[in-house]
């Protein structure tokens, strides 16, 4: 079916692909920027090709670049990873009429769930519990405000081009409606060239859970059990966990039932993720789909034993879902992702790692492209290794984190390891006491 495949990435998950495609015994192309011509994966695809200039608007980005680099290397399929081209629909249909296999959901899939309102009520169609909320997207103040004076305060408005937080705004009195809604338009506008706003009620002192999904070209879907992943910043997630200690077995079963009947219902194929809020009463509300791999998806194959990314590479490939119905969860599994930032600051720190020693052993697992003497670019996001532990509980999970992070040096650059050091000590967290204001409480406090 195909036997070569272009990986439009770079970083640890070009990596993750190369080795999955390694393993079934698939060739690799790698492709890069001119500041990536020192990065691993340039080494260890059998192919390598430069696509362009350090901006990634001209490599990585670069769609006409990607395509005809799969022509000249013969590349018979494209995995995109994650970030970039990944939820860009142009890619799946321009590899379509291109006669490549595009890893992952369909482009028409993609551009429902691109669009976050469209992807609402989709999911209210096929009976998912959505957020209360406009039923169309609002064109102007005044319909707002009727709507927020319904539902009542605090409401959130959101772009339905949306991601990452660009073109929310919460509206905590009726008041800042009109002042927030132009914000929140111009700043949607500024990011994704669509000014569109959605309005919700908005969730207090929710969790973000989130339900990974497969499903192959047969029909056969699979959810699994919840990531937690309400530690977050700035919309960046810092640390995941699984199974999420808010969640009891009875909610588990009920939103992996819920994610389960609807990405069947959709007719999802590939890999997916279900993002939810579940209130402070345990309610969970249906919030967007992700329809890539993500960056926390190795918690999940830690538990439940299994290799989400040759599962998709095979699925792709036309085959029927290989993963065992009865999942059984086992242990308990965190990832710290480590940034090349200042740990009080935030600010990026990228420079030559001078020295690079990381820890090891049962249940440690290390995503990473970094090596000694790299000199990390400037130009791409600040990921430079996830640290994953599983262990049978969770208390023992945070002490073998805690040990690995303690076993790490990284030298030459400023990483986050202290401020995950001092996160896995945080009473609150340690009790499994959080939702996603934890941070800012968290860093609040830490500076009192
Ligand atoms: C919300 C919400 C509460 N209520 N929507 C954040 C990014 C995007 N995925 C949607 N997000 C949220 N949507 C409603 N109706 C809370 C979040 C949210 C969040 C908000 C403030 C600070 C941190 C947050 C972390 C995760 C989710």
């Known amino acids: 079916m195909f036997s070569k495949i272009l990986i439009a990435n770079r970083g640890e998950i070009a990596l993750r692909i190369i080795r ?11 492709v890069y920027s001119e500041a990536d011509k020192n990065s691993l994966h340039t080494m260890l695809a059998d192919e390598k090709i430069c696509i362009g200039p350090a901006k ?14 799969a022509e000249i290397t013969k590349a018979d399929a494209i995995h995109p990873g994650y970030g970039f081209l990944a939820e860009n629909p142009r890619l799946p249909e321009i590899c379509e009429t291109s006669g490549i296999t595009f890893i992952g959901p369909s482009a028409s899939i993609m551009r429902i769930m691109g669009d976050k309102n469209k992807a609402r009520q989709e999911m209210k169609r096929v009976k998912l519990p959505v957020i209360p909320g406009s039923d169309e997207i609002i064109d102007d103040v005044s319909e707002a405000k009727k709507l927020a004076q319904k539902i009542g305060c605090p409401v959130i ?7 990452g937080g660009k073109g929310m705004r919460i509206v905590r009195s009726a008041a800042n409606l009109e002042g927030q809604f132009s914000i929140a338009q111009n700043e949607a506008k500024a990011a994704f060239g669509e000014s569109s706003l959605y309005l919700e009620k908005y969730i207090p002192r ?36 699984t199974p999420s200690p808010f969640i009891d077995d009875r909610l588990r079963k009920k939103i992996i039932k819920a994610a389960q009947e609807a990405a069947h219902s959709i007719g999802y194929e590939s890999l997916g993720t279900f993002e939810f809020l579940v209130d402070e009463n345990r309610k969970f509300y249906f919030m967007e789909v992700n329809t890539r791999v993500q960056v926390e998806h190795p918690i999940t194959e830690m538990v439940y034993g299994i290799d989400l990314i ?35 600051t935030f600010f990026p720190s990228p420079g030559k790692i001078d020295f690079l020693a990381l820890p090891g052993g049962e249940g440690i697992r290390i995503d990473s492209a970094a090596y000694c003497n790299w000199e990390i670019p400037p130009d791409y996001d600040s990921l ?41 000590s945080n009473s609150d967290f340690i009790k499994g006491n959080y939702d996603i204001q934890f941070m800012e409480r968290f860093l609040r406090n830490k500076n009192k």
């Open 157 to 163: 408005l959101k772009a339905t081009s949306g991601g």
């Open 20 to 30: 999955a495609a390694k393993e079934l015994g698939l060739k690799t192309v790698a």
């Open 56 to 69: 990634a608007s001209e490599s990585y980005l670069n769609i006409p670049n990607i395509l005809s680099s």
């Open 206 to 241: 929710a969790h973000h859970i989130e339900i990974q999904v497969i499903g192959d070209k047969k029909g056969n879907v699979l959810a699994f059990g919840e990531r937690e992943c309400s530690i977050q910043r700035k919309y960046q997630k810092v640390l995941e966990e």
């Open 384 to 424: 430079i290794a996830k640290i994953v532990a599983r262990a049978p509980t969770r208390p023992e999970a945070i002490k073998k984190m805690l040990t690995a992070l303690e076993m790490t040096t990284i030298a030459g650059i400023k990483t986050n390891i202290p401020l995950h050091l001092s996160i896995l």
């Open 310 to 344: 040759k599962e998709q590479i095979k699925i792709a490939k036309g085959e029927k879902l290989s993963i065992p119905h009865d999942l059984k969860l086992n242990g308990h599994c965190i990832e710290c992702r480590i940034n090349a930032e200042d740990a009080e």
